[in-house]
């Protein structure tokens, strides 16, 4: 069955972000946990570094994650499930905000023991293409004691999630200052970025 966007497109359009549950079913979530530790475990991931173009750069100061960029085309059966629910959820976005997504991009991320990311948003000076990020967290068991809190800063306040499985955090990429805090073991997650057309990126 089609998961409902209602309470997620709803969150979004008055708040600029919002955090849901149950968007994907167990299998599929285990499966996802699973192909992001064997890839890290082959030793796929990459230092993620900042920026764009080319004037990206490694700054572990400000962010000392380690990513995988994925490609749907090739994505093996538990990961076609992530993919199918976020083509569904860009077409929910498109009828109902009029927002005129028509690419996604998303890779793996695990941050070791200790590693962060600052604040920041997610829209890139050089291009206005990120509109609506989303993050999925593959962690079993997660506690407050572990850390690795996505602190979004929203009106002045302080929002803090936990990288627990399954749940799943959709915000503006332009307008939303979020952070990674530090954490005591190994966090992963599955980003990606819902991306519009842009004549940033036509004239850059
Ligand atoms: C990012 C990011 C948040 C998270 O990759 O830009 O902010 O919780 N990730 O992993
Ligand atoms: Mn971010």
Redesign the pocket.
């Known amino acids: 069955m089609d998961a409902d966007f209602t309470p997620v497109i709803d969150g979004l359009a008055a708040d600029g972000w919002t955090v849901a549950h149950g968007l994907l079913p167990e299998s599929v979530l285990l499966a996802l946990m699973e192909e992001a530790r064997q890839l890290h475990d082959s030793d796929r991931f990459r230092e993620?570094r900042i920026g764009t173009g080319g004037s990206e750069v490694q700054r572990e100061d400000i962010r000392s994650?380690s990513?995988l960029w994925l490609d749907a085309a090739s994505a093996p059966a538990g990961r076609r499930s992530y993919h199918r629910m976020i083509e569904q959820l860009r077409l929910a976005l498109n009828s109902t905000l009029f927002l005129g997504l028509i690419d996604f991009e998303c890779h793996y991320?695990v941050?070791e023991e200790g590693a962060h990311?600052d604040v920041?948003v997610?829209r890139f000076r050089a291009s206005d293409a990120r509109m609506i990020?989303v993050?999925l967290?593959l962690n079993e068991g997660w506690s407050t004691a572990d850390g690795g809190q996505?602190r979004l800063h929203f009106m002045d306040k302080m929002h803090d999630?936990l990288?627990e499985l399954g749940t799943f955090?959709i915000f503006r990429s332009d307008t939303v200052p979020?952070?990674?805090l530090p954490s005591t073991r190994a966090?992963y997650?599955l980003?990606g970025w819902y991306r519009r057309r842009s004549f940033t990126d036509i004239f850059p």
């Open positions: 993620a994650d990513i991320a941050y990311y920041h997610d990020s993050v967290y996505l999630i990288p955090v979020h952070e990674v966090r997650s980003t």
